[in-house]
């Protein structure tokens, strides 16, 4: 399923599809006029953090799957300019769920394989490492995972010495420090592809599950994982991208 042909980052640059199409129910009461991915933190876009931060690692290219409210994206980023980038647009016409979003994505995709991003969540990386790790090891998928202090509210990933993903961990009621998922993926085109077109299904309870044992691996990053999907952390969002970017 996965290949061999990674080339490097310098010749061929890696896109990226940022998902933005969730409804953000837990969040509607304090945002509620836009996507979730698109509320305002420090004076712009939460999402525009990943756009920016994309361009300093050399990504040139990044396809937002829409959903909800999506043309509230669209007007804002237009076709990329701005940013010196190129930017373009999946439009779901009616939920398809995580994975089924990110196989609608990959149509517009032009490579063998892109970077997959929550576009509700960061955390900052080293895409280069993370690409020369999924590359090493002829990964269908690779996964960013994230340390936290309570595992309670995600659940976490279990991965055996060499990077392989033995086991998700549902939330337990326990606090417990781990790694978590933080919603930062490189994905091959022809795992990708085993999903059906169009059809609702969710990269975390389904596709990722499915791949074990069948070239899913994780790299554990060091930075610390910021997801706005609740008022409270949303509230916090500003403070720790201070932090987190030095800004």
Known sequence: MASNDC???????????????GQGTRLRPVVSDRPKPMAVVAGRPFVENWVM???TQDVRRIIFSTGYLGDRVNE?????????????????TRPLGTGGAVRQAFEHLRGDRG?????????????????????????AATLLLAPVDDCSRYG?????PDGAVKAFREKQPDQAPGLVNAGVYI??????????????????????????????????GTSALLDI???????????????????
């Open 7 to 21: 080339e490097s980052m310098v010749d061929t640059p890696l896109e990226a599809v940022i998902l933005v199409g």
């Open 156 to 160: 976490s990933v279990i991965i055996a």
């Open 229 to 247: 999907g609740t008022p409270a952390a949303y509230a916090s969002a500003a403070a720790f991208l201070t932090v987190e970017n030095g800004v």
């Open 76 to 92: 804002y980023f237009g076709t990329g300019d701005r940013w010196g980038l190129e930017i373009a647009y999946s439009q779901e």
């Open 187 to 220: 994905l091959e085109r022809s795992a990708v592809e085993t999903m059906p077109l169009g059809h609702p299904r969710s990269l975390e309870t389904e596709f990722f599950p499915q791949l074990i044992g069948h070239g899913l691996y994780a790299m554990a």
């Open 115 to 139: 970077l997959v991003l929550n576009g509700d969540s960061y955390c900052r990386f080293d895409l280069t490492a993370l690409y020369d790790s999924h590359c090493h090891r002829t990964a």
């Open 53 to 55: 931060a994309l361009k």
